[in-house]
């Protein structure tokens, strides 16, 4: 267990929907990032934040947008969703913000219908 | 050219073997590199981290970074079968707030 949780586990939508995925890090991580894994595109990075503020931003869609809260947990809100964006998206944390030393949780697995 | 390459395998090995696990980059300015493991159905996890070249050994598993040819090797010594995951490198600059790339990552299996 790497001590990040991620909600929902699971989600079937329809396309047009939106969604919100939940990801609450570490115990005292402040750095919180979102990836997206589709079997033709790996792993990718979409945005960082740390301790609140956006750091660092990737392939993320204009549909796509983030926040990081001050009780430092993370959502990922997903919109106008379409088939393409049937992936797994991954939250991961970590304690400095520079760092290549990630703790991922499980996923949650995106489902476009 | 992807910034992270990786054979995508699948790699069938049978236990007791040794792996070799390869990952080519293009950009000089990665100075930091890693490994990650994925289990089928769950988030990677950290198995090795290094910022210079040469070797770094945790165990039965050795990580080798080259700089001079952005080559990255895992190494896996008396596999098991417990060891039959998908493995990623990854890079990092070594400037502030840039994100961590991964490469594709090798499927592996270890057979009884």
């Known amino acids: 267990d790497s001590g990040v949780t991620q909600t929902p586990k699971h989600l079937i939508t329809a396309t047009g929907q939106r969604v919100t995925l939940r990801c609450s890090p570490r115990?005292?991580?402040?750095?919180v990032y979102w990836y997206q894994q589709s079997l033709d595109q790996g792993l990718q990075f979409l945005i960082q934040y740390y301790n609140g503020e956006e750091r660092a931003k990737g392939n993320i869609l204009e549909r796509f947008s983030a926040q990081q809260f001050p009780d430092l947990h993370s959502e990922l809100n997903l919109s106008s969703l379409e088939l393409g964006d049937s992936a797994l998206y991954f939250c991961?944390?970590?304690?400095?913000?520079?760092?290549?030393?990630?703790?991922f949780g499980e996923g949650s697995r995106l489902t476009v219908l | 050219q992807k910034e992270v390459e990786q054979d995508p395998g699948p790699l069938s090995v049978p236990e007791g073997a040794i792996v070799s696990l390869n990952c080519t980059y293009s950009n000089s300015a990665f100075q930091y590199f890693m490994w990650y493991r994925q289990y089928s159905r769950k988030g990677p996890e950290l198995l090795m981290y290094?910022?210079?070249?040469g070797n770094k050994e945790d165990g039965r598993f050795t990580a080798q970074v080259d700089k001079s040819s952005k080559y990255i090797s895992l190494f896996i010594r008396d596999s098991q079968p417990s060891d039959s995951a998908t493995y990623l490198c990854a890079v990092r600059p070594k400037t502030s707030y840039d994100k961590v790339i991964f490469g594709p990552g090798t499927s592996l299996s270890v057979i009884p």
């Open positions: 115990s005292g991580d402040l750095s």
């Open positions: 991961a944390s970590s304690v400095e913000q520079n760092t290549g030393e990630l703790f």
């Open positions: 290094t910022y210079s070249s």
